[in-house]
């Protein structure tokens, strides 16, 4: 039972690292200029500036930009829909997956649902490395969250005692 509000804990850290607008990080190739700097942009969510701030009408969207080599990285929430613009869809997969792996734990108490959380659990560590290979969209936030993913599908395993049970029928089988 421990193990299960411990998994239903970890999920709920992971939605809500999620929804943090550091966790997808997409890279844009392109001349880094004064102007593009300055120049407000806009996204699904509404306008929001290009520099290091947190403006609160802009949740849920990029915050920071870096510059290296000519290419500007904007970071998304899991749950923007930019990256899938982009032809990204494991976050969002990622998220989904999750969502249903809380489902899981917190609906089937009664029930052992093992094996389906895990195979959730892992879907969401397998959707997270692609889109790392795939897309450069690795971030700490984004680690942060496939570690807890990882950490929910070890939890699942059940440790299965090596004990062996003898029945009088199995004694009389041997004394054959």
């Known amino acids: 039972m421990t193990k299960r509000i411990l998994s239903i804990c970890?999920?709920?850290l992971t939605l809500i690292l999620m929804m943090t607008p550091f966790g997808v990080r997409m890279v844009f190739f392109g001349e880094m200029t004064e102007e593009?700097?300055?120049?407000?942009m806009r996204s699904f969510f509404g306008s929001l500036l290009t520099e290091n701030t947190y403006l609160p009408e802009n949740f849920g969207v990029e915050t920071s930009v870096e510059s290296?080599?000519?290419?500007?990285?904007y970071y998304y929430s899991y749950f923007s829909t930019m990256p899938i613009g982009y032809a990204n869809f494991y976050p969002l997969i990622t998220a989904l997956l999750t969502f249903i792996l809380l489902l899981m734990l917190i609906l089937g108490l009664k029930r052992d649902l093992k094996t389906m959380i895990g195979i959730?659990?892992?879907?969401?560590v397998l959707a997270s490395a692609l889109s790392w290979f795939m897309?450069?969209?690795f971030s700490i936030v984004g680690l942060i969250i496939m570690a807890l993913h990882?950490?929910?599908?070890?939890l699942q395993i059940d440790k299965k005692s090596q004990k062996i049970v003898t029945t009088p029928e199995s004694e009389l089988w041997r004394m054959k």
Do not use: E, L, R, Y
Request: glycine share 4%; hydrophobic share 40%.
């Open 10 to 12: 970890c999920a709920i």
């Open 120 to 124: 959730c659990a892992t879907g969401c």
């Open 135 to 137: 897309f450069s969209a």
């Open 36 to 40: 593009t700097t300055k120049t407000p």
């Open 150 to 154: 990882i950490f929910i599908c070890i």
């Open 68 to 73: 290296v080599d000519n290419t500007i990285s």
